[in-house]
């Protein structure tokens, strides 16, 4: 049985992805990188190319890069003088995951 401090520990490790998750722009830019992996750039895409997709200067798309980076949800591959962002939702995926299941067996019925 999941006791409240458990549940309150994994709510506060997820907060980040929360609060990245909760911006329309960071939204936009996971969309971006999402079309892009399915379009084949596994690669990634560089600040400049997510610039051109969004209406956004290239030092706000830095900053909400750098929040998705924290958050996990993005990782950086640097080649030569470029940095390129892919998304990668696998360990935040299973990070929410815990959660749900932390959620679901503090509130089940015994």
Excluded: W
């Excluded at 379009?39 to 290239?58: A, F, H, K, P």
């Excluded at 360990?91 to 749900?100: A, D, F, H, N, S």
Aim: proline fraction near 3%; glycine fraction near 8%; charged fraction near 25%.
């Amino acid at each position: 049985m999941t006791d409240g401090k458990d549940l309150e520990q994994q709510f506060l490790s997820c907060m980040p992805l929360f609060i990245a998750l909760g911006d329309e722009v960071r939204l936009t830019i996971l969309d971006a990188l999402a079309r892009a992996f399915r379009e084949g750039r596994t690669d990634g895409l560089n600040v400049n190319e997510i610039t051109r997709q969004t209406s956004l200067s290239r030092p706000a798309i830095s900053h909400h890069l750098k929040i998705l980076k924290e958050s996990g949800l993005v990782e950086i591959r640097q080649s030569g003088t470029s940095n390129y962002y892919r998304p990668t939702l696998l360990g935040v995926t299973r990070q929410l995951m815990e959660l749900g299941f932390l959620v679901q067996d503090f509130f089940r019925e015994e």
